[in-house]
Nanobody
């Protein structure tokens, strides 16, 4: 059974940076496209970044393009999200999952709060 454990969240000032990690298990990681999703207060969870199994291609929602970078280490079954120039509207619980996502495998997520 697939499992995801996200970490690295916290309180960050506007303009600051944060790096999130997600340890995956229970499926063939290196062969799976991975993605980051986030759920802001009162809103639905949305996709915003993805990376192919071989890291040869990434894609981003316009709202994070140029500020966020998704990467992965297949030897560690881990996907990362480097977030720079954070804005208050980036405040959300951040989740990782495959793309397309496995609906019964969501982790607990990691809270990122951008505030001064």
């Amino acid at each position: 059974q697939a499992q995801f454990v996200e970490s690295g969240g916290g309180l960050v000032q506007p303009g600051g940076s944060r790096r999130l990690s997600c340890l995956a298990s229970g499926f063939t990681f290196y062969n799976s496209a991975m993605a980051w999703y986030r759920q802001a207060p009162g809103k639905e969870r949305i996709f915003f970044a993805a990376i192919t199994g071989s890291s040869d291609s990434t894609t981003y929602l316009d709202s994070v393009k140029g500020r966020f970078t998704i990467s992965r280490d297949n030897a560690k079954n881990t996907v990362y999200l480097q977030m720079n120039n954070l804005k208050p509207e980036d405040t959300a619980v951040y989740y990782c999952n495959t793309l397309p996502y496995m609906s019964d495998a969501w982790g607990q997520g990691t809270q990122v709060t951008v505030s001064s």
